[in-house]
Nanobody
Framework: QVQLVESGGGLVQAGGSLSLSCTAS????????MGWFRQAPGKEREFVAA????????RYADSLKGRFTVSRDNAKNTVYLQMTSLKFEDTAVYYC???????????????WGQGTQVTVSS
C-alpha cells in the first residue's frame, strides 16, 4: 500500500506560480512512476504530468509544456509539480498518483492522493 498526500495548493493570482508536493508513505517512492492529474468543476480528470521512477523521463500534457515542471526527490519520498504563469483555467483539484510505469492514462496508476485545490484568480 502507498499513501499519498498532496500539499501546496491555494489561491494565486493569474500569472503567478505555485509549487505542489506529493509525499508518499508506506512504500519507497522510487519503486513507482508518478503522475499528476487535475479535475476542474464539471470536467473530467485530465493528465498534467508524469515522471519515471528515477526521474529520467518526464511527460507533460501538450497544453502545459513550458509552464509546468515535474520533478522528484526519492530520498525525501516526494514528487513536485512546479506551476508557473498560472491561468484561470488552471483552477482545479490536483491529484498525484503512483503506478508501475510512466503514463498519461489515469488507469495506469493504482494509488491516488486526496487532492489539493488550486484556485487561480483572474
Amino acid at each position: 500500500q502507498v499513501q499519498l498526500v498532496e500539499s501546496g495548493g491555494g489561491l494565486v493570482q493569474a500569472g503567478g506560480s505555485l509549487s505542489l508536493s506529493c509525499t508518499a508513505s508506506g512504500r519507497t517512492l522510487s519503486a513507482s512512476a508518478m503522475g499528476w492529474f487535475r479535475q476542474a468543476p464539471g470536467k473530467e480528470r485530465e493528465f498534467v504530468a508524469a515522471i519515471s521512477r528515477n526521474g529520467g523521463t518526464t511527460r507533460y500534457a501538450d497544453s502545459l509544456k513550458g509552464r509546468f515542471t515535474v520533478s522528484r526527490d526519492n530520498a525525501k519520498n516526494t514528487v513536485y509539480l512546479q506551476m508557473t504563469s498560472l491561468k484561470f483555467e488552471d483552477t482545479a483539484v490536483y491529484y498525484c498518483a503512483a503506478g508501475g510505469l510512466i503514463s498519461a492514462i489515469s488507469g495506469a496508476y493504482a494509488y491516488w492522493g486526496q487532492g489539493t485545490q488550486v484556485t487561480v484568480s483572474s
